[in-house]
Every structure is written in structure tokens, then in C-alpha cells.
């Protein structure tokens, strides 16, 4: 993990590999690249010229460009990054912390190989200093735990070398002794070494990381920060009639689990309960995918990953808030064993459900998990799964659906969710689409109407929440596995999203500004 540090030291004099400043784009057709705060004694050094010799080199203050230049003379730094930030703000406002994080995440991936950079990017408040810490420490993520040539000889003759991620971030113009600045950076550090943990889950292969496996690294990190564990395995999960789970990892040889982390606090007057679908390798099932779809499906328990990662960092930040995780874990595989279609499922709720589809398994393991959540009789329940193409399909590969039984609660999450930069969209449950999952059979079908099929999946797992508990659903389909060139602080592979969602919902809910 990169290290990072505040510092007050000047740019000029700071020893590092480089200096970070920011560039944007002037208002207006005709007003030119325009230095960032922070910059000035980089710019100074440069005889006040550093915006006219970067457009020299064609630099425009884009957001994501990046522009690497010698340092002057005098730096004990040899090279100057620039780094643009997109439009200058409007007068009497200052760039957005997405806007930072986004810049400080590009320039940590910038300088990967680095031992040390600085950055003098604008700061004008401790959330300031956070959102550069949390993009530095996001966007400096890799995940090389299977190149096992990149540090030999033979990988260096063959090309093959690795280079590693930025070793440390001092980040300039924060204030080393101010307890706001401090518990800014520490919060944005506790965040992102979780969600990093969340991606590497992510991006780990199915070979390794089958629900027995997850459970045991679940089960570690409890011991490590004081949350206490419960791991319900296949005897249990018979026991306790989660036909759901069950039916979903009936066709592997990996048998399923049901994990339960509790952090709890004394001063806590809230109880949320997070829910995440768990499938660490989705085949398809019976309903077997076709080719070409099967090859990221490692990354169908993003969900699990989000919610075990913000339990996690709830306890790591010691809110004052009861936080309860549910990780609904199983592989979905094709055998003589495995659920078939025309299969009726018996819930943990006592519901019966005729399986239409073994791919839409992910509903079933989730609806167990959050029948089994409801006992407890949380304040409010968010369930967070790759659920469906369909949301995919609507709102793109970067942005992930939200649906609930409460409106309000739902636009809260959607105003959370934008707060910390995790683009999302309120999405509606229509009534009229439930009796598309009418079964002659059984009490539920697990597929219905196929236009609206995102939403068709909320209202199967509505069906399931407890009487008078607020609900929502997180489809994270679309961003939860970024297949692209990196942008920002979001690299190829897992991303981890939907942490800093449950997070921020975690802190707002600790501070009584939810209900």
C-alpha cells in the first residue's frame, strides 16, 4: 500500500521523484490553461510562465491528461507532472473533491515506479486533503499477486518487468497538526486500503477464492479489528432450511456459506444491515452462459467484497453505529447435482420459488441473506450484488441502479452515492411487473417479464424483507468490473464499488443526519 504523509514543506526544496501540480481549463472560448492553487511557487519558479510552457507542449487542463516536464533549476525533484482537473471553477467556488480525486488518482497511476512524489494540488479544506488521499491511494492500486516472473532476471531479459505502484504520496498545502486535516487523511486511508482489499477479492481467481476461501479471509480480518464472525457452512445452511444458498451451490463441489460480521458499538443508536451477493464464480448454471460471457464472471461477488470491506472500514473508524454484514457466498456450477430448471426452491423465509433460470441465481442467495437479516430488525437493510445485465443495459457500465420500498431512503443513498463520487440512478419498482413472476407451482417464480429485467429482480428480493424495514437495492452490474483502459482512480478489474456508498451511508447514519 502507497504510504502518505502531509506535509508543509515547500515544493522547491522537498526531495522526490516528482512534483504534482494542477492544470484546468480557463472559462470561456478564449481563456487559456490556468495553474492551479497550490502551484504557485512551481510557477514562480518557472518566472510565472508554467501555464504558456505546458500548452507549448500542448497540454489543455483536460480532465486525465497528464503532462511531465523538467523541473527547474534548484528543485531537488527532477521532473514536474501536471495534471488537469477540467473546467476552472466558477467565482467564489473551488474544485470539487471528486474532481481532486479523480486528478490525484491519475497522477499516482502516472507514476508508477516512483519511490516518491509530492502534491501540490489545491487544498482548501481537510475534506481537500481526503479526497487526494483516498484518489493517491486508489489510483496508485495493483494488483500483481499472480506475476510471479516480475521481480526475477528472467522477467527483466523477457520484457516482462513489473513495475511497482507509487511507494509515497507527501501531500503539500494540508496541515500536519490539525485534527480535521488528520482525521481526513485517516479516514481516506482506513477507506481505501478496504476497498483495495475489496478489489484484490475481486480480481482474484475462482480457483483460489471459492466460498470457503472467502470465508476464512472474512473470518481473519474479524479477528484483526474486533468484529465479531459467524460462518454458517453447507450442515448449517441445512439446518437451517437456506434452500436458497443451498440451491445455488448444489451444482459445485465447493460448497456454499453464509457469513455474518458484526461490528457494534456502545454509543451506537442505529443498526444497519449490509447484504451482499457472494457468487465467486458464476457459470451459469444448468442455464449454462454462452461463450464469451463466462470469462470476468470472478468478479460475481463484488457485492459480498463491498459489503465485507465496509463492515471493515465502519469498525476501522469506529462509528458510532451497529453494522451487520451478510455475505451470501456460493459458485454457480453445471453437474448431475446441480439445480434445474422447473427446480422449486424452499427459502429461509418459507417461501417457495420455481427456478426458471439457474442464471438468475444471484436473487435466490441474496433473498435467503436477507430473510435471515430481517430477524435482527435493523433500522434499514442494503443489499449490493452484480444482479443483472439488464441495468447494464440502462444505465451504462459506470453506474449502478438503486431501488427501494422507501423513496426517501432511496434518494438519500442516490445524494451519498454522488457525494463521494460513485455515479448511481434512482430506478422505480412498478408494481405491474411483479405478476410476471406468478408460478403455478410455487409461490414465486425467480424470473419474470424480460423488459425491465433489473427491475423484475428488485421486486423478487422485496418479497423478502421484513415487515416495516426499510430497504434498498444496489445493482453495481455495470462498475463493479471495469474492463476498459483506467480513468481517474478506477483501474482495469475490480473496482470496488458501491464501498464508499455503504461507508458514507454508515458515517451519515452514525451522525443522526438519516432519519
Known amino acids: 500500500?502507497?504510504?502518505?504523509?502531509?506535509?508543509?514543506?515547500?515544493?522547491?526544496?522537498?526531495?522526490?521523484?516528482?512534483?504534482?501540480?494542477?492544470?484546468?481549463?480557463?472559462?470561456?472560448?478564449?481563456?487559456?490553461?490556468?495553474v492551479a492553487p497550490g502551484a504557485e511557487a512551481v510557477d514562480k519558479a518557472y518566472d510565472g510562465k508554467l501555464a504558456s510552457v505546458l500548452e507549448t507542449l500542448g497540454a489543455s487542463g483536460g480532465e486525465g491528461e497528464v503532462t511531465k516536464l523538467p523541473a527547474p533549476s534548484g528543485f531537488k525533484a527532477p521532473v514536474v507532472?501536471?495534471?488537469?482537473?477540467?473546467?476552472v471553477p466558477e467565482k467564489d467556488e473551488t474544485y470539487g473533491t471528486d474532481a481532486l480525486r479523480r486528478a490525484a488518482g491519475v497522477a499516482?497511476?502516472?507514476?508508477?515506479?516512483?519511490?516518491?512524489?509530492?502534491?501540490?494540488?489545491?487544498v482548501e479544506a481537510a475534506e481537500d486533503a481526503g479526497a487526494l488521499a483516498?484518489?493517491?491511494?486508489?489510483?496508485?492500486?495493483?494488483?500483481?499477486?499472480?506475476?510471479?516472473?516480475?521481480?526475477?532476471?528472467?522477467?527483466?531479459?523477457?520484457?516482462?518487468?513489473?513495475?511497482?505502484?507509487?511507494?509515497?504520496v507527501a501531500l503539500l498545502g494540508g496541515k500536519p497538526r490539525d485534527k480535521a486535516y488528520k482525521a481526513a487523511v485517516e479516514r481516506a486511508v482506513a477507506v481505501a486500503e478496504e476497498l483495495n482489499r475489496a478489489r484484490d477479492l475481486v480480481n482474484t481467481p475462482p480457483n483460489d477464492l471459492n466460498p470457503e476461501a472467502f470465508a476464512a479471509v472474512a473470518q481473519a480480518a474479524a479477528k484483526e479489528h474486533g468484529i465479531k464472525v459467524q460462518v454458517l457452512d453447507e450442515k448449517a445452511l441445512t439446518k437451517g432450511g437456506f434452500g436458497g444458498i443451498l440451491g445455488v451451490g448444489a451444482g459445485s463441489e465447493?460448497?456454499?456459506?453464509?457469513?455474518?460480521?458484526?461490528?457494534?458499538?456502545?454509543?451506537?443508536?442505529?443498526?444497519?444491515?449490509?447484504?451482499?451477493?457472494?457468487?465467486?464464480?458464476?457459470?451459469?448454471?444448468?442455464?449454462?452462459?454462452?461463450?464469451?460471457?463466462?470469462?470476468?464472471?470472478?468478479?460475481?461477488?463484488?457485492?459480498?467484497?463491498?459489503?465485507?470491506?465496509?463492515?471493515?472500514a465502519a469498525a476501522r473508524l469506529g462509528l458510532e453505529v451497529n453494522v451487520t454484514g451478510w455475505l451470501a457466498l456460493a459458485e454457480n456450477m453445471p453437474s448431475g447435482s446441480a439445480t434445474r430448471p422447473g427446480d422449486v426452491l424452499r427459502m429461509y423465509s418459507g417461501k417457495t420459488v420455481e427456478v426458471l433460470n439457474t442464471d438468475a441465481?444471484?436473487?435466490?442467495?441474496?433473498?435467503?441473506?436477507?430473510?435471515?437479516?430481517?430477524?435482527?430488525q435493523p433500522d434499514a437493510i442494503v443489499d449490493v450484488a452484480t444482479l443483472t445485465g439488464a441495468m447494464m443495459m440502462a444505465l451504462g457500465n459506470r453506474t449502478f441502479g438503486i431501488m427501494a420500498n422507501d423513496d426517501a431512503f432511496r434518494t438519500s443513498i442516490h445524494e451519498i452515492a454522488e457525494e463521494v463520487g460513485e455515479p448511481s440512478w434512482p430506478m422505480p419498482l412498478p408494481s405491474d411487473l411483479r405478476k410476471?413472476?406468478?408460478?403455478?407451482?410455487?409461490?414465486?417464480?425467480?424470473?419474470?417479464?424480460?423488459?425491465?429485467?433489473?427491475?423484475?429482480?428488485?421486486?423478487?428480493?422485496?418479497?423478502?424483507?421484513?415487515?416495516?424495514i426499510t430497504w434498498a437495492h444496489l445493482d453495481i452490474a455495470g462498475p463493479a468490473f471495469h474492463e476498459g483502459a483506467p480513468f481517474g482512480y478506477t483501474p482495469k478489474g475490480g473496482t470496488g464499488s458501491a464501498v464508499r456508498t455503504l461507508v458514507r451511508l454508515a458515517e451519515h447514519t452514525a451522525s443522526g443526519d438519516l432519519g
Open 1 to 34: 500500500m502507497t504510504a502518505l504523509t502531509l506535509s508543509t514543506a515547500a515544493a522547491t526544496g522537498l526531495r522526490a521523484d516528482a512534483i504534482v501540480v494542477g492544470v484546468a481549463k480557463g472559462a470561456g472560448s478564449k481563456g487559456g490553461l490556468v
Open 81 to 87: 507532472v501536471a495534471v488537469g482537473l477540467g473546467e
Open 108 to 122: 499516482a497511476r502516472a507514476l508508477t515506479g516512483s519511490k516518491k512524489a509530492a502534491f501540490a494540488l489545491p
Open 134 to 168: 483516498e484518489g493517491a491511494l486508489l489510483g496508485a492500486y495493483a494488483f500483481d499477486a499472480y506475476k510471479g516472473m516480475a521481480d526475477t532476471k528472467a522477467a527483466k531479459k523477457n520484457g516482462k518487468d513489473t513495475k511497482a505502484p507509487l511507494a509515497e
Open 254 to 312: 465447493a460448497p456454499p456459506r453464509l457469513v455474518k460480521l458484526s461490528y457494534t458499538s456502545s454509543k451506537a443508536k442505529k443498526h444497519l444491515a449490509f447484504v451482499g451477493k457472494g457468487i465467486t464464480y458464476d457459470s451459469g448454471g444448468i442455464s449454462l452462459k454462452p461463450a464469451g460471457h463466462n470469462e470476468t464472471m470472478k468478479c460475481d461477488m463484488a457485492g459480498a467484497a463491498a459489503v465485507f470491506a465496509a463492515v471493515v
Open 361 to 376: 441465481e444471484g436473487r435466490l442467495v441474496l433473498a435467503d441473506a436477507i430473510a435471515k437479516a430481517s430477524e435482527d
Open 436 to 468: 410476471g413472476m406468478d408460478s403455478p407451482t410455487a409461490d414465486i417464480a425467480n424470473m419474470g417479464e424480460r423488459m425491465g429485467g433489473g427491475l423484475v429482480a428488485g421486486l423478487f428480493l422485496k418479497e423478502f424483507v421484513g415487515e416495516g
